[in-house]
């Protein structure tokens, strides 16, 4: 089945840095991956997601980028917030195959 | 936020006591999930359900039980023969099924404890 690896466990950056999580998967067939963020007791929420048709996707501030053939993706957020800071969760899943998450990255944004 | 509630936020099992978690939506979804957070440890999948009356087990489902009498509704009990149950719990919804490639609403969460 799927493996999804996500790194690293904690990220620290500068307030106005930008920060990059990179994941990767096992499973070929893996054609979905969406990235959630989930704010401190708060529940996870969708931020972005990518199909394997599609080699970038950006909304604002945050892109996400797949390299099928090296089976990643990344997560780059730009001139970081304090909003940005929570746990991020990357994710893939198959036609066939339920969504299996990475271990999560807690983003923390220095003043 | 809304329209997919979980209760209560906080629960405390005593020793082989059963559980249940409550999960409602009011998004007409036809796909809902439980998942387990731990820390450090991501969402793992305990069970999910496409349809009424129909569910299938997750990654992680021994120990634990769930019912889909309606569409709306979908609870979790944890079992006695759950040795380790503290953790966050996530119950989830989606369209049609998330497995291919849907978004999933997720519900604020109920943190279980031992006594």
């Known amino acids: 089945g799927e493996n999804v690896e996500q790194h690293p466990s904690t990220l620290s950056v500068q307030e106005g840095d930008s920060a990059v999580i990179k994941c990767t998967y096992s499973?070929?067939?893996?054609?979905?991956f969406p990235w959630y963020k989930q704010e401190l007791g708060k529940r996870p929420q969708l931020i972005i997601d990518?199909?394997?048709?599609?080699g970038e996707k950006k909304d604002q501030r945050i892109a996400v980028t797949l390299n099928k053939t090296a089976k990643h993706f990344s997560l780059h957020i730009t001139e970081t917030q304090p909003e940005d800071s929570a746990v991020y969760f990357c994710?893939?899943?198959?036609?066939?195959?339920?969504?299996?998450f990475g271990k999560g990255t807690r983003l923390h944004i220095l003043p | 936020d809304g329209g997919i509630t979980q209760s209560p936020k906080y629960l405390f099992r005593k020793e082989g006591q059963n559980v249940t978690l409550s999960c409602e939506q009011n998004?007409?979804?036809?796909?809902m999930y439980w998942y387990r957070q731990d820390p450090g440890q991501g969402l793992r999948l305990i069970y999910y359900?496409?349809?009424?009356?129909?569910?299938q087990k997750g990654d992680i489902a021994e120990g634990y039980s769930v019912s889909r009498e309606k569409k709306e509704s979908f609870p979790l009990t944890v079992t006695s023969a759950q040795k380790n149950p503290t953790a966050f719990y996530l119950c989830?919804?989606?369209?049609?099924?998330?497995?291919?490639?849907?978004?999933?609403?997720f519900g604020s969460g109920t943190q279980l404890s031992v006594l």
């Open positions: 989830a919804s989606s369209v049609i099924n998330g497995f291919r490639g849907e978004k999933l609403f």
């Open positions: 499973d070929s067939a893996s054609n979905y």
């Open positions: 990518i199909r394997s048709n599609v």
């Open positions: 994710a893939a899943s198959s036609p066939r195959d339920k969504i299996i």
């Open positions: 998004l007409n979804h036809d796909a």
């Open positions: 359900s496409q349809i009424v009356n129909d569910f």
